[in-house]
């Protein structure tokens, strides 16, 4: 019998919430199209040497989280940082770009590929965490990873996220913890035949799509009117 190939997407939205996940996959694929922000954000995450000649003036249309001038700091941070380590050239200068890897388990885009050692790279358009990556996308950094190694037959060590709004660009190792999150979130939508649990961090229901089917607004206004 041959195996249920699980979305990266999939499995960094199981990572989130469970349930939030279930929603998603009973989507049509139409709906779960990204909106042309997504693209215009990817986009800064291969023009990071212009971005750092260019003058602040032409940088204000830019789709930057910052400031210019502060976004500028921030890459020139995230660049130096980045060279000392010998990391910087093959982040600007990838062996290839937006691909789609098939992995034993799971499948989906990146949005590089780094060479010498093989490497997955996946862009955020969101904010990163105060340190290291959110655990959703740890998940599916992992999940790429697996699948990179999978196409090539070797194992790989290291994942990258960036966050180009932000100009910061960060890396993961795929520990054995990390590595046991993914395959508890690949269990999970595999497993998956009616809605799971809610989260019990109800702080993640806030900004979530689904929030009105998921009855959570309800139950929400009904405790604040002490039916609840
Ligand atoms: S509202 Fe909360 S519990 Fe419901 S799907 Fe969204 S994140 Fe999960």
């Known amino acids: 019998m041959s195996r249920q190939l699980v979305a990266f997407s999939d ?17 049509d694929q139409d709906d779960r199209e990204p909106p042309p922000s997504v693209e215009s954000i990817r986009a800064l995450s291969s023009r990071y040497a212009d971005l750092l000649e260019a003058d602040l003036e032409t940088l204000a249309e830019e789709p930057f989280a910052l400031e210019p001038a502060a976004y500028q700091r921030r890459l020139e941070t995230t660049r130096d940082r980045l060279q000392a380590d010998g990391q910087w050239e093959r982040l600007c200068d990838p062996e290839v770009r937006n691909t789609l890897l098939t992995g034993r388990d799971c499948r989906g885009i990146v949005h590089k590929v780094l060479a010498d050692p093989l490497e997955p790279v996946l ?5 990163p965490p105060e340190q290291g990556v959110w655990e959703p996308q740890s998940v599916q950094a992992v999940a790429a990873a697996k699948a990179l190694g999978w196409e090539h037959e070797t194992p790989i060590e290291r994942a990258w996220l ?4 932000y100009g910061v660009i960060r890396s993961i190792t795929l520990t054995t913890r990390r590595k046991a999150r993914y395959r508890r979130a690949l269990r999970t939508v ?3 035949d009616g809605p799971p649990a809610r989260t019990s961090n109800r702080s993640k229901c806030e900004h979530c799509e689904f929030a009105d089917e998921c009855g959570v607004r ?7 009117l002490g039916f609840g």
Do not use: D, I, N
Not at 162 to 165: G, L, T
Not at 218 to 224: A, I, K
């Open 190 to 192: 595999r497993g998956m």
């Open 162 to 165: 960036e966050y180009p709004a």
């Open 11 to 27: 499995l960094r939205t199981a990572a989130y919430c469970p349930r939030k996940c279930y929603y998603q996959r009973r989507q």
């Open 123 to 127: 862009v955020s358009t969101g904010k």
């Open 218 to 224: 309800t139950r929400t206004l009904r405790s604040l």
